[in-house]
């Protein structure tokens, strides 16, 4: 069955960084899109960033642009963000995302906080 398993998160200082990673079984992981999302508190989850199967074709959420990047390792199954600069309003659980023969399918979450 799939599963997605993140790991990284934690608390950290305004303008540090951290970096989160996902790991992938259960389905051919080099065939199909990643994503990363967040959900703050009292927000909606949106979209952070995700990335084709390749790794070729990236897309990132306005508010972390420039900062965030996305990566994917198809031999280990793993897809990461690195987050630098991180800002107060980063804080949120940091969920890994992938559709899978017509079914979505997110890890439980890593939480991020981000404050001084």
């Known amino acids: 069955q799939v599963q997605l398993v993140e790991s990284g998160g934690g608390l950290v200082q305004p303008g540090g960084s951290l970096r989160l990673s996902c790991a992938a079984s259960g389905f051919t992981f080099s065939t199909y899109v990643m994503s990363w999302y967040r959900q703050g508190p009292g927000k909606q989850r949106e979209l952070v960033a995700l990335?084709?199967?390749?790794?070729?074709?990236?897309d990132y959420a306005d508010s972390v642009k420039g900062r965030f990047t996305i990566s994917r390792d198809n031999a280990k199954n793993t897809v990461d963000l690195q987050m630098n600069s991180l800002k107060v309003e980063d804080t949120a659980v940091y969920y890994c995302r992938t559709s899978y023969r017509g079914s979505l399918y997110w890890g439980q979450g890593t939480q991020v906080t981000v404050s001084s």
């Open positions: 990335i084709s199967s390749t790794g070729s074709v990236t």
